[in-house]
């Protein structure tokens, strides 16, 4: 079996990101609907769309576009067929019946319902027609997401199964978890429970939406979204569809029933076009006063809007369960409530759902983006302490046997859905240094893997710590958190900022600097493996590692100017030394810091390792991997093959033209200017810039070495730092997360 040519039909938000996703795999795909004009209509958003579906634009014709009637006989070619049309029964069985009649023999027939169960969709066909046929259930939006639940019954060819199991998971990198037919699967029959859990105990405790959100949100290991959030970003009337179908599918015992009928409120909102972000609004919703935007709250009681408020819970960066729901507030209370409720439904479907507890922990990280599942909050929270906390809580068959059993750690081994040596397992076994406060580091075979652990994997002076100590072996930079990292900790910057206390950022920024220099000069091979942001600081630490494994769904680049700063921990340094190995430059010594200029100082990010290509973000000898799961063995692979040998580089020398490209600078930052796409702290910020990237006061015969550079750095940040219109830059975008022109 191969799988060479897909057809997916149903071009919605579902078939054009799964049709995306096989383009990002390289292969080819026809996308059918009604008709033709609707698919290509799908073709333009999905080039569009932002965040962008596909790693790299210039692959969109790998996606062919067509109609159900003319095109159909695309389907005698298809190795597999993706059926993602509206949630209606019988239109999916008139479309099974003419796939099933058209299709090649031993082609792969799957639905991406997410509520209609596997017996219903196929009680039409063939015993022989049912051995090809499954559930494959992605996640919007499926590029992003890592989720993928086959659904297969007993009938079902067995070896099919593993086989697009291991399609999907190689090709496609997804994190496949085979389910059985049971309503919701894995992935939303918690997932959703959680957040009707969630929204029902709002209303009952009298919470207001922006409370509820800020304890089901980070405190809890779950996306600031929240729930009421979350409700909106996938839509009010898609989550009431899915909540009729539980209701519908479930029996009369099941304990969902107690917090899936509609309200009055859900109704009414739906039926005034509060749908969402996608409708007028939904929970939240945006508000125009005196010509300025205002993000507004529905109050649960009275049903009027009022500006949204910040929740302070006045808790630390670390997430602590036990801290929260021994709470004696009305957040302590709620936290309890939601977490106890969602573990006891949780553990109530083992073994009937899926005999693998674990399964359900790892579909709440890959299809709800979770830090930890419910079993792993309950081995956090031990056992004994969640039985005994509340006499109320009525306890089940699974946590009793725990319970009565006495053991305070039950957990056993973590992602099991996959046979990839994974961070995830690894971190289980290895020996494990948590000294540090901002990064763990792990011994495992002949190599050190560190791992940073603070909010957005934000780089302080521990994280540099743990680099350095880690320095003394091979090494291996990654993460299980959204993101690699968001950059240099600003609150950190601003607290001495605050205090004027310039010395200590200097001694920040060159331990920085000696640290990332220390990666790349020791004897050792140094491997990051980035996912998700690696920004600023992040982008820092890649560009001084030997090499880069980064999966595709990577956002880099370096942003510092957008918050009135420079890169100055070797990043303007090292991107500037990159691009004078362009043949350009070999010519031209004014080309590279013109070029580095203009990347640095329009923040230029890239969204994919493809993408990062043309920047020199990344270079050739870099990697670039579709599976999350597979950096780090990908990453050990490297270092086996490059380590006997390994010599670190050499220290490079700078021939910099000083005032004459600098002068070339300005001019660029006056014209910005004139035309008003800067302003004055744009022009400051820029002029530092150039003095950085043009060597100072030096002339284009002076040699300067890797150190002059960073001394150029340093002062620059420094200099930025110490201006009240950069404090201002940094302080807008730490509290709206947008950025300020000043
Ligand atoms: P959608 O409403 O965005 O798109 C459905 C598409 O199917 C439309 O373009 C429509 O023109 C087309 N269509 C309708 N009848 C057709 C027919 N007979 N032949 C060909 N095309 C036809 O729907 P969405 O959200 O993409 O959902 C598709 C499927 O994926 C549904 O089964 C849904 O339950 C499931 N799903 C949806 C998720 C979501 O977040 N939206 C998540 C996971 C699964």
Known sequence: MNIKNVVVIGSGTMGSGIAAQLCNANIPVTLLDLKTEISEKAKKKIIESRPPLLIDKNKINNIKVGNIEEDFDIIKKADWVVEAVVERINIKHNLYEKILKTRKKDSIISSNTSTIPLKILSEKMSDEDKKDFCITHFFNPVRYMGLLEIVSEDINDEKKINFLKNFCEESLGKGVIICKDTPGFLGNRVGVYAMQVAMTEAIKMKLDIEEADAVFGRPMGIPKTGVFGLYDLIGIDLMADVLKSFVKELPKSDVFHEVAEETPLIKNLIETGYTGRKGKGGFYRMNKKDGKKILEAINLISKDYFPSKKIDLNIGEKINL????????????????????????????????????????????????????????????????????????????????????????FYEKRQIYTNLETLGKIKQSAKVNKNNKSAFIYDHKDYKIVEFNTKANTLDYDSMDALKKASDKNMIIINEGMQFSAGVNLNYVMDFAKEKNWKAIEKFIHHFQMTCKQLKYCNNIVVSAPSGLALGGGFEVLVQSDYVVAHTNIV???????????????????????????????????????????????????????????????????????????????????????????????????????????????????????????????????????????????????????????????????????????????????????????
Do not use: C
């Open 556 to 742: 880099t680049g370096l942003v510092e100017t957008i918050v009135g700063l420079i890169p100055a921990g070797g990043g303007t340094t090292n991107m500037l030394w990159r691009w004078m190995q362009a043949q350009e430059a070999k010519k031209d010594p004014d080309f590279a810091p013109q070029k580095v200029f203009d990347i640095i100082g329009y923040g230029k990010t890239a969204t994919s390792p493809i993408e990062a290509m043309p920047f020199k973000f990344l270079l050739e000898k870099d990697k670039s991997i579709m599976n999350r799961n597979k950096l780090l063995s990908a990453s050990q692979d490297l270092i086996d093959e490059k380590k006997d040998g390994y010599k670190p580089p050499k220290q490079p020398t700078f021939k910099l033209s000083g005032s004459q490209v600098r002068g070339k600078m300005f001019q660029t930052l006056e014209k910005l200017f004139k035309e008003k796409k800067i302003l004055e702290h744009g022009m400051e910020v820029g002029k530092k810039l150039a003095f950085v990237l043009s060597g100072g006061n030096t002339t284009v015969n002076k040699e300067l070495s890797e150190d002059d550079m960073y001394a150029l750095e340093l002062d620059a940040f420094v200099k930025l730092i110490e201006m009240k219109k950069t404090q201002a830059r940094i302080k807008h975008t730490l509290s709206t997360g947008k950025p300020l022109v000043n």
């Open 322 to 409: 036990k801290e929260l729901v021994s709470r004696n507030d009305k957040y302590g209370k709620y936290a309890w409530s939601v977490i106890s409720k969602i573990i006891l439904y949780a553990s109530s479907l083992v073994p009937n759902v899926t005999k693998d507890y674990n399964n359900i922990d790892e579909a709440m990280r890959l299809g709800f983006n979770w830090t930890k599942g419910p079993f792993e909050m309950l081995e956090e929270l031990g056992v004994k302490f969640f039985v005994e906390k509340d006499s109320q809580l009525k306890s089940n068959k699974f946590i009793k046997e725990l319970y009565e059993k006495k053991t305070e750690t």
